[in-house]
């Protein structure tokens, strides 16, 4: 709740919803602010710290290190201020983060070449909302979109894909349920191909990460996308739920082996998640972390910097502290 | 990937037991890695602090301090502490004293619910009720498809209302068809929500309201992290929670969320989801969960899931044949054919204590696939050869291999695997003349209550046996370890993989690697 306040949310100013915002913010927010707020820096502060971080879902290992890494700074730069060691918690924290974005490659558009994007994940993630606030932003870009729904095994995934690109007028490439996925993303890519498109977004079933022979099929549906354009897919969009716990790590560590994830989006960051999970991924894999979703408008899409992401969850803004 | 809690309370009590004394601090160092192992299987905060006070508390009484095997002993009162906290025993659906029943599934976006209507649905037919669905879900785009479409494969009445966006008339209306239509049970499919969006909490308490539900079920995701307490806190704040389904427990997630909301919040867990299916649901067992949430495999799911694909007659039976070395190709095709029904393999193997784990670490995938060689090579046999593999030589070889896709050389390594395993079972069926061994499984089964909670560890590693087979009562006897063929598939590196070894060496070898990593 807090991102759609940095994100401005063009919502209805509702004030039980309002109230409803408040509510979860109070959360860490506050805990983490009121830690700071005492005269000294004892070793309370990293215990009462250490819980709050791994509420967030940071993680064991994380949190450990992350507490180590400030201690040090702490000790280096001689703080003895409790809001002095405050900055430098958030500095540690963006540090961290970096190391997810630093890996990030730049996004080439060619002309005449269709940017390519499979968006993967476990299900009920939110790939395909994800789906259309992408179409959404790149369209924004003025750049022609098509989506290819190639997710033929849940039930009315495709009905689900083809509202969305009615509402967007975005054209949606589909077959019948229960279809090949890979001939799907076959007539996708000869479609976006034939009628000159800038973005071809792929929507896949959802799948646990432990399922070898559907990690297969993603592997099967790149190497189509590959025979049309060797570079495709250019994007590979990992979308991780941000209510995830420890588990975000397991799926982003699989999911890379089978298709080399070269973006993750964290979804639903409107919730009361802290998606502590993101640090976890930044510190262990180092897979760029590049957008995050943070409702259910079109719109509510942004691209993910660490200064944010920690800003957003952990410090909120200025004017937060009355 | 994960060091199990066993694992990691082992090595520590194996350092002490060279010091030949325990103390205190070195049951504070265990607690740590209960703190530890809770934390990464993603229970809850707070509740992993009272958790570990409570088992602290029982930790430094004597029991352990004088126990021979204080690993044991630890992982003992772990596991029935988790027991307790997750409920001593099942809580099933209640039906309303004057049908239909309603049951109303809450919760999350994309925690499953549309598919578990369907599950649910499917489930309780089989008891024998008559279930209608209503799709309630006016936000999502399609959900009301998708669950028409979930309706028709499970061939089961599906309501709903064009145009309508109203859930709570349209579950009024849905509820008093199913009364004109005698259904049992009406199951309410709500759209998923934040548990903080006020206006959609507030529609949920109407919907309660006018419909009255008799289950209220919040259908929460496995791999949900320290969240899932305060999102299930809110639902049971404002719509008064009846039971808990979790889902996604196919996949690798420890579940350590359902822990959390059962302790926190109270409502038992009534279901788990364990795949994409409409068949993949089960009932929840506490035990079952608690052995996960450590890591320590699932015995007892397994033992029932070979169950259901094998009468008491026809186990005696293999077993008779095992131990008096009868054991053919045609029954080994029989319990590769049964062992296929019992689910994918991963997941069986998951369930074996200690081989989920060691699957992990070599990043091993073993894929059905690997079956069909062998299913192959027996079906291009004849009945004669099945029976008495010994005539085949090298000109039966080569017409089975022409016969099944595969190479002379595959079939040759197939039998020799087959020798061996039929060897083994026969030493097996010698040993376990009236001890243990023979019919461990079984008589864990009957042993009733509460399993695996008396079971210690080293009851689970005699169970895997030495060369890693399951004994006795087990179809498909050598299940693990001595499978024919299932290295000539892949090609050396899988093949490897399916080489399980017992327990020791396993840990052993993990406990070098996460000793370099540390530093």
């Known amino acids: 709740m807090i991102f759609s306040k940095i994100f401005r949310r063009q919502a209805e100013p509702d004030p039980q919803v309002e109230a409803g915002l408040k509510k979860a913010r109070r959360g860490i927010f506050q805990d983490i602010v009121a830690l700071f707020e005492r005269s000294e820096i004892t070793e309370d502060l990293y215990e009462d710290l250490e819980a709050l971080l791994i509420q967030a879902d940071l993680g064991v290992e994380t949190t450990v290190e992350l507490l180590e890494n400030l201690q040090d700074r702490i000790s280096r730069e001689g703080i003895k201020q409790p809001s002095d060691a405050r900055e430098a918690l958030r500095t540690e924290m963006i540090a961290l983060l970096h190391n997810a974005t630093k890996n990030r490659k730049i996004k080439v558009y060619q002309r005449g070449v269709p940017f390519v994007t499979l968006v993967v994940g476990v299900n009920g993630t939110g790939k395909t909302t994800s789906i259309a606030k992408l179409a959404r932003y790149h369209q924004k870009q003025g750049r022609s979109v098509m989506i290819v729904a190639a997710d033929t095994f849940r039930a009315a995934a495709i009905d689900q894909i083809r509202v969305w690109g009615e509402r967007l007028d975005v054209p949606v490439i589909a077959h019948e349920p229960g279809s090949d996925p890979g001939a799907v993303v076959f007539d996708g890519m000869q479609a976006a191909h034939n009628r000159n498109i800038d973005i071809l977004l792929v929507d896949t079933a959802g799948r646990l990460h432990t399922k070898h022979n559907l990690m297969e099929e993603l592997k099967k549906i790149r190497r189509v996308m590959q025979r049309h354009v060797e570079a495709a897919p250019q994007e590979v969009l990992l ?30 960051l409107d919730g009361t998640a802290k998606g502590g999970i993101a640090f976890a991924i930044a510190r262990e894999l180092g897979t760029p972390i590049s957008y995050i979703g943070t409702g259910e408008k079109f719109d509510d899409l942004a691209e993910f910097t660490p200064e944010t992401y920690v800003d957003g969850l952990f410090f909120g803004d200025e004017d937060e502290e009355d | 990937m994960f060091e199990t809690l066993s ?12 010091k030949g004394k325990l103390t ?33 508390e029982r930790a430094v009484g004597e029991e352990v301090l004088r126990a021979v095997t204080p690993a044991q002993q630890v ?16 809580v099933p659906l209640e039906y309303a004293s004057q049908p239909p029943t309603v049951i109303m599934l809450v919760g999350l976006q994309g925690s499953g619910k549309t598919t578990h209507i369907a599950k649910l649905a499917k489930h309780l037919r089989e008891e024998g009720q008559s279930p209608m669905l209503v799709a309630a879900d006016v936000y999502r785009p399609a959900a009301i498809d998708q669950l028409h479409t979930l309706g028709r494969q499970i ?61 209220t079920l919040l259908v929460a995701d496995a791999m949900t992290g320290q969240e899932a307490v305060s999102v299930a806190e809110t639902f049971n704040e ?47 067992y506490p035990d079952r969960l608690a052995s996960r949430i450590l890591g ?18 026809d186990s005696h039976k293999l077993e008779e044949k095992v131990m008096e070395g009868r054991f053919n190709l045609e029954d080994f095709l029989n319990q590769l054919q049964q062992l296929k029904q019992m689910g994918p393999l991963t997941q069986i193997l998951e369930m074996i204590p200690g081989i989920g784990q060691a699957m992990r670490q070599s990043d091993v995938q073993i894929s059905d696939d690997q079956y069909k060689h062998v299913e192959a090579m027996i079906y291009s046999m004849t009945p004669e050869e099945r029976r008495n593999p010994d005539i085949i030589k090298p000109s039966r070889r080569k017409r089975i ?73 087990m179809p498909g006897g050598g299940l693990p370890g001595g499978m024919p063929g299932m290295s000539g598939g892949g090609g050396g590196d899988r093949g490897s993989s399916t080489q399980l070894q017992p327990k020791h060496a396993n840990r052993r070898k993990k406990k070098k690697k996460s000793k370099g990593k540390k530093r």
């Open chain 1, 239 to 268: 979308v991780i739920d941000a209510t995830t716990g420890q588990n975000g790590l397991s799926q982003a560590r699989h999911f890379s082996e089978a298709v080399e994830i070269t973006d993750i989006a964290i979804a639903k």
């Open chain 2, 7 to 18: 694992d990691r309370l082992y090595g520590i009590f194996e350092n002490i037991g060279k």
């Open chain 2, 24 to 56: 205190e601090q070195d049951v504070d160092e265990a607690m740590r890695e209960v703190r530890r192992a809770l934390l990464e299987a993603d229970v809850n905060f707070k509740v992993v602090r009272d958790f570990v006070s409570a088992v602290r």
């Open chain 2, 75 to 90: 992982i003992a009162i772990v596991n029935e502490e988790l027991v307790r906290i997750l409920g001593e025993e099942r």
């Open chain 2, 155 to 215: 061939d089961m009445p599906v309501y709903s209302e064009e145009g309508e966006s109203d859930p709570v008339k349209i579950a009024w209306n849905g509820i008093k068809t199913a009364r004109d239509r005698s259904a049992s049970i009406v199951l309410v499919d709500t759209a998923g929500r934040l548990q903080i969006d006020e206006r959609m909490m507030t529609e949920l308490e109407d919907l309660t309201e006018r419909i009255k539900p008799t289950e």
């Open chain 2, 238 to 284: 404002r719509l008064n929670l009846t039971g808990l389904i979790l889902t996604k427990m196919d996949g690798d997630a420890r579940g350590g969320a359902a822990l959390s909301i059962r302790s926190v919040v109270g409502v038992p867990i009534k279901f788990i989801g364990t795949g994409e299916n409409v068949d993949a649901l089960e009932p929840f």
């Open chain 2, 296 to 313: 320590m495999g699932d015995v007892v799911s397994l033992v029932e899931r070979a169950q259901q694909q094998m009468t008491e007659e």
């Open chain 2, 401 to 473: 291999a022409a016969g099944s896709g595969t190479s002379s050389d595959q079939v040759n390594q197939m039998l020799n695997q087959f020798r061996q395993m039929q060897k083994m079972m026969s030493q097996m069926g010698q040993m376990g003349g009236g001890g243990k061994k023979k019919g461990g499984l079984r008589g864990l089964l009957g042993g009733g209550g509460n399993p695996l909670g008396g079971m210690s560890e080293a009851d689970l590693e005699k169970m895997m046996g030495g060369g890693g087979g399951l004994p006795g009562g």
